[in-house]
């Protein structure tokens, strides 16, 4: 028998399980027979790397070679915490970052330093992140209003991420996401 392919889809900050691309990408998974799940994320206006690791280590039951992880924005550091934390000889397929928040953030305020601060400061076991997936695929927009493409070099040079640099797609907050679509089913 053949193990069913899982993807887990996780929100960023503000986020939730019904908006953006999530819905749509859901739908089309579960179509082509992948379970899917995108958990609502807790205290998504100010979230906490401990709250969101532990949300996430119950939602992602028995993480293996078929777990496939997508992460939003805050959602996409996420996936990089909870990879670095998991035990070791664990591997995931395929962890994909959308406009993921890496080490800075543009416009930061106050506002923001309250809600991601936490996240932007607190370090990320990079070798045991990178042990615990086949591959990083790490979207990114010209224009994001929120993201740097300096997110995309450390991804890249950090995480040894495969990543992609789109034109105008500022901070991928659409309805459909048909590129990491195809980086899911091939």
């Known amino acids: ?37 995108v958990p609502e994320m807790p205290n998504t206006d100010e979230p906490k790397i401990n709250e969101w690791l532990a949300h996430m280590r119950k939602a992602i039951a ?15 550091q996420a996936i990089l915490r909870y990879l670095a934390n998991l035990p070791e000889g664990v591997k995931i397929k395929k962890a994909i970052l959308v406009a993921p928040v890496m080490d800075e953030i543009k416009n930061y305020d106050s506002v923001v330093e309250k809600s991601t601060g936490e996240w932007i400061k607190t370090p990320i076991d990079a070798k045991k992140t990178k042990q ?50 195809k980086e899911i089913v091939g």
């Open 1 to 37: 028998m053949i193990a069913k392919k899982r993807v887990f889809i996780i929100h960023g900050w503000g986020g939730s399980p019904e908006r953006n691309w999530f819905p749509w990408l859901a739908k089309n998974l579960r179509e082509r027979g992948f379970f899917v799940e």
């Open 62 to 76: 028995n993480p293996d070679e078929n777990t496939i992880l997508v992460g939003h924005s805050l959602g996409g």
């Open 132 to 181: 615990s997936v086949g591959e990083i695929i790490g979207f990114f927009s010209d224009d994001d209003p929120w993201i740097p493409l300096s997110s995309e070099k450390t991804l890249r040079e950090i995480y040894g991420a495969r990543t992609i640099i789109e034109k105008d797609m500022g901070h991928y907050n659409f309805s459909e996401a048909p590129q990491v679509l």
